[in-house]
């Protein structure tokens, strides 16, 4: 019973952790307008490509059509694009392209959040100290940068995988980790520089 009661209190904890980290790191979104990143344009131009590119019938998006001049533009070729596969439906949708923007990072900080506590749970084994962590890192000042300031997708996204690959790295240098911590630490870490690259 009592063991019942204090997993209880962690799951209040650790929900309530990630609501807070989610809901400071996202009021930025609440306003009316985007801030104005330095790299947003071309990531909204991304996103109304691949949108374009989806309702053309083509999967994955190869041209981007609303690219110079309308001639088109491979992007995908030299930044990733699965994750922005997500706001690009929304857009398809009928969600204004702002909008879908904001959800993309409104799930970016859900994701940011839920993975540094798990990532701080492998490694401090503490739920409080896991909490803390996923405060502090869903909210540390150049993550925040990254995603408002300078609208860069591609590090904010890689910021959502680093505390995965620490804590995979920390079970397999841990020599008293057992043969099944071991493979979750692979696909951990498979999962983790697969999120980063």
């Not at 807070?20 to 009021?27: G, M």
């Not at 990143?37 to 374009?52: K, N, P, S, T, V």
């Not at 150049?142 to 904010?156: F, K, L, P, Q």
Request: some cysteine; hydrophobic content about 50%.
């Amino acid at each position: 019973l009592f063991e019942k009661k204090r997993i209880t209190v962690e799951c209040k904890e650790t929900l309530g952790t990630i609501l807070v980290a989610v809901f400071f790191s996202s009021l930025p979104l609440l306003l009316h307008y985007l801030m104005n990143g330095q790299d947003l344009e071309f990531h909204l131009l991304r996103i109304e490509g691949i949108a374009r590119g989806l309702s053309n019938g083509e999967f994955p998006v190869r041209m981007h059509p609303n690219f110079m001049g309308g001639y088109g533009y491979p992007t995908g070729i030299y930044y990733p694009e699965v994750f922005l596969y997500f706001p690009a439906v929304l857009y398809l949708l009928g969600a204004p392209l702002m909008d879908a923007y904001k959800c993309f990072l409104l799930m970016e900080n859900i994701m940011t959040a839920v993975v540094a506590w798990y990532s701080a749970k492998i490694i401090l084994k503490n739920n409080r100290y896991a909490c803390l962590f996923c405060l502090l890192y869903t909210l540390l000042p150049y993550r925040m940068i990254n995603e408002y300031y300078r609208a860069a997708v591609g590090e904010s996204l890689a910021m959502i995988f680093l505390p995965l690959l620490i804590a995979a790295m920390y079970i397999l240098l841990n020599r008293e980790a057992t043969k099944t911590e071991l493979k979750r630490a692979v696909s951990l870490l498979v999962i983790a520089v697969s999120g980063v690259l």
